[in-house]
T-cell receptor, first 114, second 113 residues
Framework: IAGITQAPTSQILAAGRRMTLRCTQD?????MYWYRQDLGLGLRLIHY???????GKGEVPDGYSVSRANTDDFPLTLASAVPSQTSVYFC?????????????FGPGTRLTVL | AQSVTQPDIHITVSEGASLELRCNYS??????LFWYVQSPGQGLQLLLK??????LVQGIKGFEAEFKRSQSSFNLRKPSVHWSDAAEYFC???????????FGQGTRLTINP
């Protein structure tokens, strides 16, 4: 079934550790996104990529980095995790990255930083 | 900057009752507007979206939304809710530039049997 997969499903991490959240899509979408979801704040964009080889910063990029080596994969890295990065992280993709595009979401990764 | 406000954090309705979830947006041009639904423990799924044309938009699962430019609103409605509609609902505006899709805070819907 076509869609987006995220790994891990959940993770508990010690502060200061490095962590990479994985995201893979098989819909051949050009654009991909990472959001974090926090209670009362909705979803906020961390980073995005309009096409392989390019990335951009969203609303809350500090402490996070991304890469887009190919169309399918868009990993999110926390270089040195802090407790404020405890959140649910969603990866999404869309055909072209325009403001009217429908975004398709993965099931999420629940991350707890202690 | 673009913004979306969902005034109701939590709404409870009885099964079979009608539903209206409110959404107000702030955007300088004609917006792209979306409603997404998130079932417990799941990712988000698109219910419907609007950009132009008929201001009453039909979506999946019997939902509809009406765009009212004069009120900067895009309220979601359903004539008769089912227990399976219990979920969190997010309104969003599609924005050019770095913000991309800007989400409201979400409205959690509980259905009483």
């Amino acid at each position: 079934i076509a869609g987006i997969t995220q790994a891990p499903t959940s993770q508990i991490l010690a502060a200061g550790r490095r962590m990479t959240l994985r995201c893979t899509q098989d819909m051949r979408h050009n654009a991909m996104y990472w959001y974090r979801q926090d209670l009362g704040l909705g979803l906020r964009l961390i980073h995005y990529s309009n096409t392989a080889g390019t990335t951009g910063k969203g609303e809350v990029p500090d402490g996070y980095s991304v890469s887009r080596a190919n169309t399918d994969d868009f990993p999110l890295t926390l270089a040195s995790a802090v407790p404020s990065q405890t959140s649910v992280y969603f990866c999404a993709s869309s055909v072209a990255g325009g403001p009217g595009d429908t975004q398709y979401f993965g099931p999420g990764t629940r991350l707890t930083v202690l | 900057a673009q913004s979306v406000t969902q005034p109701d954090i939590h709404i409870t309705v009885s099964e079979g009752a009608s539903l209206e979830l409110r959404c107000n947006y702030s955007y300088g041009a004609t917006p792209y507007l979306f409603w997404y639904v998130q079932s417990p423990g799941q990712g988000l799924q698109l219910l419907l979206k609007y950009f132009s044309g008929d201001t009453l938009v039909q979506g999946i699962k019997g939902f509809e939304a009406e765009f009212k430019r004069s009120q900067s609103s895009f309220n979601l409605r359903k004539p008769s809710v089912h227990w399976s509609d219990a979920a969190e609902y997010f309104c969003a505006v599609g924005a050019v530039g770095a913000q991309k899709l800007v989400f409201g805070q979400g409205t959690r819907l509980t259905i009483n049997p």
